[in-house]
């Protein structure tokens, strides 16, 4: 066990338990949510541990990347790594990496078929027909998919190729980034409120983090108005639940698509109740293959940085 490098996992890998295995099989690896008093192990081990995995709920904040004396790199099971404090880290010559990419299929698929729901209302008819309502009367006609306006919210690897699929149902793209992004013939809006006075759906896909918190505001929602759809594939802190929940309560906007949520795996109850909404479990990148090509990306990622100290998929410091 000795001879192998020593590496930290923050929590257990849930959105991928075969890369634990796989890590547990090549590396002298401890999972610190297994310990009673982390702060104590912290204390005696802490400064053991070079390379630290992350995912999910279990990220890693500036007080840990400070207390691991000996932390030399942080690979993110995840391309969205709002959970993992970049800025301390590089701080403290901690570089990190993510694992962009390989998931820009997978999500942009489950963000066109998210929109599809709910713009179509596909769950609400599910749900439909399990309660016996068809014979009772028909569904609730839906609104057209094909040749509508979408508004892409950050158009970085995931909102590009969700554009390539938008593209095939002839929906007219505009979006709102920072900046205008190079190579690109789509319309840029300066401002997120002018691209969703403009846009049928809004399809959001910014990284989350403090820069995007609430960037869908109260008059982002306003501007979609009554007969427009938000669809929400990034973080749920990226979106006012609270602004959108009032505007769905007063029908000031069509309906919403949703696979990630603020507080999540907890869903604010108000949501539960409208048939236009869409709730998803954060499974956008949530495939086999997905989550297989994340893990190998993470594996390689640990054992490069082991091997020539450097990381394959490195973020920006
Ligand atoms: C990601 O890769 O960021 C997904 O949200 C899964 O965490």
Redesign the pocket.
Known sequence: NTHRPALLLTGHIT?HPPLEAQLMAAFDCHVLADEADPAAFIAREGSRYPVLVT??KNGANADLIASLKGLKAIAH?????DNVDVAAASKQGVVVS??PDV?NDC?ADLAMGLLIDTVRGLSASERFVRRGDWLKGNFRLTSRVSGKKLGIAGLGRIGRTIAKRASGFDMAIRYYSRNPVAGVTFQHEKSLVELAKWCDVLMVVVSGGPATKHLVSAEVIEALGPQSFLVNV??GSVVDEEALIRALKDKQIAGAGLD?FADEPRVPAALMEFDNVVLLP?M??GTHETRKA?GDLVFANVQSFFETGKLVTPVPA
């Open positions: 959105p995912s999910g099971f995840g391309v969205g790594y993510n694992t998931l999500v990034s973080r990630v954060h956008a990148s994340m």
